[in-house]
């Protein structure tokens, strides 16, 4: 193999940088041409490809975002633009593909992959963490870390004004980044799209949480609960069984932006590392993740479980720690 592609596709996440600097500086090592796909799978369609190497991504592993742009594609949903993909790689002469993304990316990549005679690895980078198995995802402990921030900023003020501040983090269908900020920021409670919320036993904690003497409390809430209302459904909800002073704070998308941190930034270059030495070896159609400690190769097809079993144990942490 002497060409390779490379894309980022879907919400950028912070390390997608990172990532793409490995894969290119890796290659060059054993002689690989890399070409960037500019805008995700939409720049696959339009043939938009352009030559990486190694100093074209010398400084950037500190940045945000994507320099080869990301972006989100119907057209790609549909088989003709797949071929019509396929066919901008064979001209090339590419035959393998790495693609960068979170669950709708990785999706793509599996079809790309059964449809044509290209090898394709997918990499977990998405915030949300919205895929069972393969741990810990590029750009989701930098998201953590900016919600955390924010979070004890709003703490100062929720405990000098006695107020019951809502905190809304992103994850519209994966509450990964609620749960694990509630945890690490010390929330009075966690509302996920994944778990069941009794209101009024919420409210009653907060209560007697005040007869003790306690000063302001956090609420951390997905943006996909509350039958995806997220914080502004909370507040809808709370206000008919308690007279609370309610305050909401949308973190939106900050969370998405920002030099990624160390963690995403090591992540980040690991597998992108190990994705150009699964090609050169021949392997191909999986995805590439580091469950544990090592990185591991997971088939395409056992991406579809689901992540509640995974996050049982942090859910149920939230009430042992109020």
Not at 72 to 89: G, I, P, T
Not at 157 to 165: D, I, Y
Not at 180 to 193: M, Q
């Amino acid at each position: 193999m002497k060409h390779l592609a490379v894309l980022t596709s879907g919400g950028d996440a912070p390390g997608m940088n990172a990532c793409l600097r490995a894969i290119v500086r890796s290659a060059s090592n054993k002689k690989i041409i890399v070409y960037g796909v500019s805008n995700g799978f939409e720049g696959l369609i339009d043939d938009r490809f352009s030559e990486l190497k190694p100093r074209e991504v010398g400084n950037i592993i500190q940045r945000g975002g994507s320099i080869i742009q990301t972006s989100r594609s119907k057209r790609f949903l549909d088989r003709k633009y797949r071929e019509q993909a396929r066919d901008n790689l064979s001209k090339r002469g590419i035959d393998s593909l790495i693609v960068i993304g979170g669950e709708g990316s990785l999706k793509g990549a599996k079809c790309l992959g059964e449809e044509g005679k290209i090898n394709v690895l997918g990499l977990p980078a998405t915030i949300d963490r919205d895929l069972p198995l393969v741990g810990p995802t590029i750009g989701f402990d930098t998201a953590i870390n900016t919600a955390l921030q924010a979070i004890d900023r709003i703490r100062d003020t929720a405990s000098t004004s006695n107020t019951v501040h809502i905190v809304e983090v992103m994850g519209r269908a994966c509450g990964w980044i609620s749960l694990f900020a509630g945890i690490g920021g010390g929330a009075e409670a966690v509302i996920l799209p994944e778990f069941p919320t009794n209101l009024q036993k919420l409210v009653n904690q907060i209560k007697e949480q005040r007869s003790f003497g306690k000063q302001g409390c956090i609420l951390i809430v997905s943006e996909g609960a509350c039958n995806s209302a997220g914080g502004e459904g909370l507040i809808r909800d709370l206000n008919e069984v308690s007279n609370f002073d309610l305050r909401i704070t949308k973190l939106g998308h900050i969370q998405r932006g920002g030099n990624p941190s160390a963690v995403d930034r090591v992540l980040a270059s690991r597998l992108g590392a190990e994705a150009v030495d699964c090609f050169f070896l021949g392997h191909k159609q999986c995805v590439l993740a580091q469950p544990k400690d090592k990185i591991t190769m997971i088939p395409f097809e056992e991406l579809s479980g689901t992540l509640v079993s995974e996050m049982e144990d942090y859910y149920k942490l939230i009430s042992k720690l109020v």
